[in-house]
């Protein structure tokens, strides 16, 4: 089981009810982006909301 908490526990949280197709497992497949960094689906959720975080307003 994978274990958050704060602000990213509640996002991952909504994105799980919204996107009920994704599975633990899902999330822990790695996948690589054009320029060839390797991340879990996971990380990358967790990046975006860094970065939408960071863009606040």
């Keep these: 089981m994978i274990r958050i908490s704060g602000h990213s526990s509640r996002f991952v949280s909504r994105c799980m009810s919204n996107r009920s197709m994704e599975t633990e497992d899902e999330l822990l497949r790695e996948t690589t982006a054009f320029w060839g960094g390797v991340h ?18």
């Design 40 to 57: 879990s689906r996971f990380e990358w959720l967790l990046d975006t909301q860094a970065h939408l975080y960071h863009h606040r307003g």
